[in-house]
């Protein structure tokens, strides 16, 4: 499984080539050519895409990990609570 940081990471990296992506755009269709923009417009916005779809991959993750840890403590509180039984059975 990759872990959050990672996909978030990815993201992030995504995001930056998107946003050099319109600066050239930018700076092309200052040049006057936008077919070139146009193409790297088109390429910055798949990008912007791919990094939202990370970050959602990372939010689940993340999502995941909070589910399992929450029940790791139900079972943790369980487990105090029956020895505490036990301690209190075993002093009677």
Known sequence: MVR???????????????AE???AAQSEQTRG???IS??????????EKDSL?????GV???RQSLDQRRKSLE??????SSLSDCLSKERS
């Not at 146009?38 to 990008?47: G, N, T």
């Not at 079972?75 to 105090?80: F, G, L, N, P």
Request: proline share 2%; hydrophobic share 40%; no cysteine.
């Open 4 to 18: 959050s940081g990672e996909q978030v990471e990815g993201a992030v990296a995504l995001e930056l080539e998107a």
């Open 21 to 23: 992506g319109v600066d």
């Open 33 to 35: 050519a936008p077919s």
């Open 38 to 47: 146009l193409d790297l417009l088109r390429d910055a916005i798949e990008k």
């Open 53 to 57: 779809d990370l970050l959602e991959q």
């Open 60 to 62: 689940e993750t993340l």
């Open 75 to 80: 079972q943790q509180q369980e487990i105090i």
